[in-house]
C-alpha cells in the first residue's frame, strides 16, 4: 500500500513551514524548517488515524496524486 500524498510549502503569513496530508481533513502541522513541519506532521497523521479508528470513522485510502506526478506517469 502507498502512503499518503504530503505537501509541504513555506507560508508567508505564518511565518513557517506548513505540511498537510490532503487526503485526510484538517491533517496538517506547522514547523520553523520543512523538516520540522514533516516531524510534527508524522505526529498529526498518527493521532488523526488513531482518533479515526476509536471513533469508528472511515479512515480514507491514499488517492491524491498532485498533477505533475500524473503527468509523468
Same mark, same amino acid.
Given at each position: 500500500?502507498? *502512503? $499518503?500524498?504530503?505537501?509541504?510549502? $513555506?507560508?508567508?503569513? *505564518?511565518?513557517? $513551514?506548513?505540511?498537510?496530508?490532503? *487526503?485526510?481533513?484538517?491533517?496538517?502541522?506547522?514547523?520553523?524548517?520543512?523538516? +520540522?513541519?514533516?516531524?510534527?506532521?508524522?505526529?498529526?497523521?498518527?493521532?488523526?488515524?488513531?482518533?479515526?479508528? +476509536?471513533?469508528?470513522?472511515?479512515?480514507?485510502?491514499?488517492? $491524491?496524486?498532485?498533477?505533475?506526478? +500524473?503527468?509523468?506517469?
Amino acid at each position: 500500500m502507498s *502512503d $499518503y500524498h504530503i505537501n509541504i510549502f $513555506y507560508s508567508d503569513e *505564518d511565518g513557517g $513551514y506548513i505540511a498537510d496530508i490532503p *487526503d485526510l481533513e484538517a491533517c496538517s502541522a506547522f514547523g520553523e524548517s520543512p523538516e +520540522q513541519a514533516l516531524k510534527e506532521l508524522e505526529i498529526a497523521k498518527k493521532a488523526w488515524l488513531e482518533t479515526a479508528r +476509536q471513533a469508528g470513522k472511515p479512515i480514507p485510502p491514499p488517492r $491524491y496524486r498532485p498533477v505533475i506526478y +500524473q503527468a509523468a506517469r
